[in-house]
């Protein structure tokens, strides 16, 4: 249905006359050129399309538009301060967090809505909660040693 | 075809170009290397170098350690050059990248060109600084008073040289950037969101296009009706022979004007299926028997297995001025240029392949079929046109690692060695199928070997490190099942039946580092060695596992592996690479294979098909060991290559009980324990 949506994207407010029922993910990726944001698998199984609403992890190939409005979304796009990394970006390059990197801005975006909840996870939340997310390559290991040192 | 040398310079601009001719051989080809030159490296005014290279990046590390090659030769810091990968119109032809090819045939071509650059821009500083005292450091030159860099000695130059293998390359102990620890080139790109895959092209006027897909392979189609589809407003619709597509701007429209077309399609029966396949392999391609007299006779079985790279098969193609560009996620731009010229009749000069960074492959995008849909789809629209398989389709048209079958029958004396090898194996091919260990008269018979088969009832393909896996999984099964038998710890037998320096020596590395208590299994204790040759590369690994005796459930926690590699350029690269391998590894071990019947795929996505997920990764170490003499080895296989063996072997340490079969799903495993 035709609605006229509102919500804040990175920061900044976002207004768009257009099918509340669209996904999020195809909606970010083409009206709005973020392309960080990747499509894995349409079913909220693997991750790759995670970005951050009202703080909360989310799979945008499984969210409404309808389902954004009036809240904040974040995405890869919206972590770099003034051309400076987020501790978390910081970190995956550091521990070598990522080889094809198709995974890794949900990954980040996964453990970015984690460290918000909970600023200091052990490894065993750690683990848990990025458990749902799938990384071909075999990063885990240095994914969650990157977690770790951004939650410091 | 191709642009002669000094069309090529005019193409890249002036500066310094080196071109190098490589025979076939050296680069690891089969077929031969085009003998007209091409660009390698480019110093441009402004001091950037560029290196070109026709392998492509899809997490394996390349574009980092290629560069740290040229850097070395160079004497420039790695950061200051440019990657340009995989784009037929501006890189050198090639083979494609697999096989653990390209550090190993493609870098010293790298080195030697980055070499003869050096040469001739310290010629050009000598002049002009009157010395040739001269160092080097960062592109700058130096006689230790004035200074003068890379850019000011190329700027207004056009020099194009051919590489004579004359210059000389820097000596290990020289090496300042080979062999260092270096973070990733890529690393920014990729945290920020920034890194371009196919996917992210956006060409003026594209199209998503969505296509029909038979319910199974071999069905044939009896009747369409696409008048629905063609009702949506903005809709495209293409039918044209077995091509049929839905196209529009929007890829959820196009998806939804796909679910309206109708059609009714003729299955053929099914042959086999997930459990059949190894006795309807064995009953149609029938071995020569030559197990008489051996001891010890068993028979090892694997399923087919996907790729599952995160990003599915995608590729963008625009057709203009009578040109085809295609930006497609492909292990092999120039066989993706030979395919998409013939399936659309233009010559091969009137298509350019460009390769974004691929995510992830695996052997998986060694074929780029989408690229070929989309090339036809821009044809007949006259517009870009974007094909991205969605999960279902990349689990469909995958070429699968085919299932397998070996049987090995083998002999020992009282002393503890190997005295007979009977090994066959169908549809594993024959790649670390060697016995590895001093068997005198050891026999190896590979049958159904890829490309020699089409009993597969869909298609298959190489599949990291391809058939080594199943292959090393059998023999280091049955190694240890000899070992048992001798009551003879199974570190020792394996020492006590193998010369090779180096195997030994990454067999007692990893043993060592693992903490290996000597004893005969099973010790109840579940610890596992095994052992392998891939690539150039040997690889040891012991790991511990703990098996639930009731449900079956195998937690593997802790891998340890050695790795001898020759001269590592990327310490880090290369165990980055190792890692990646064993947490891989886990998922063909004990949980991945592919569920069919004949040639319907009963896997559509992660909900069936099951991938290691961070709960199942153990506690992961690794060990290059050091070896400067020998030339770089290969490093994005080897380390997959014996997981199946040294989980089995930690299994049966554990629980006393052999598993033939892998995966070891909990099912499997529960009905080993009770037989």
Redesign the interface.
Known sequence: MQHDIRFRLNGRPVSMDTDDQ??LL?VL??DL???????????G??G?CTVAVDGQAMRSCQTRLGDVQGKNVV???G??RDGK?HPL??A???H?G????????GM?MNAWSLLQQKPHPSRDA???E???????????????AAIQEASK | MRANRREFCKLLGGGIVVLIVQPAVLLGQRRDYPADPNAYLRIDENGRVTLFSGKIEMGQGVHTSLAQRAAEELGVSVESITMVMGDTDLCPWDGGTHGSQSTRFFGPAVRAAAAEARTVLMKLASQKLGTDQLTVANGVVTDGKRKVTYGELAKGKEIARLVDGKAVLRSVKEFKVIGKATRRLDGKDKVTGRAMYAGDLRRPGMLHARLLRPPMHGATRKSLDTSKAKAMAGVTVIENGDLVAVLHADPEVANSALQLIKAEWEKPAAAFDTESVGDYFLKNVPGTDKSVGATFESTFRTGYLAHAPIETHTAVAELKDGRLTAWVGTQGPFQIRSQIAQALGLDESKVRVITPFVGGGFGGKSRAQQAIEAAKLAQITGKPVMVTWTRAEEFFYDTFGPAAVVKVAASIDDKGKITQWDYTSWASGGRSSEVLYDVPGAKIQTLMARGSTNLHPFGTGPWRAPGAGTNVFARESQIDIMAAAAKIDPLEFRLRNMSDARGRRVLQTAADAFGWKGGAGPSGQGRGIAVSMDAGTWCAMAAEVAVDRKSGEIKVKRVVAAQDMGIVINPDGAKMQMEGCISMGLGYVLTEELNFKGGEILDQNFVTYTLPRFSMVPRIETILISNDDLAPQGGGEPAIVPMGAVIANAVFDAVGVRMYRLPMIPSRVLAALRS
Do not use: P
């Open positions: 669209r996904l195809w990726r083409g050129e973020l392309t960080g944001t990747k499509y894995g698998c349409g079913l199984i693997c790759a995405t890869i796009e972590l770099e990394l970006q910081q995956f390059i550091e070598g990522f080889q094809c990197g198709f995974c890794t801005s980040i750690i683990v848990e990025m458990d749902g997310n799938l990384c071909r390559c075999g990063a885990h290991q240095r994914i969650i």
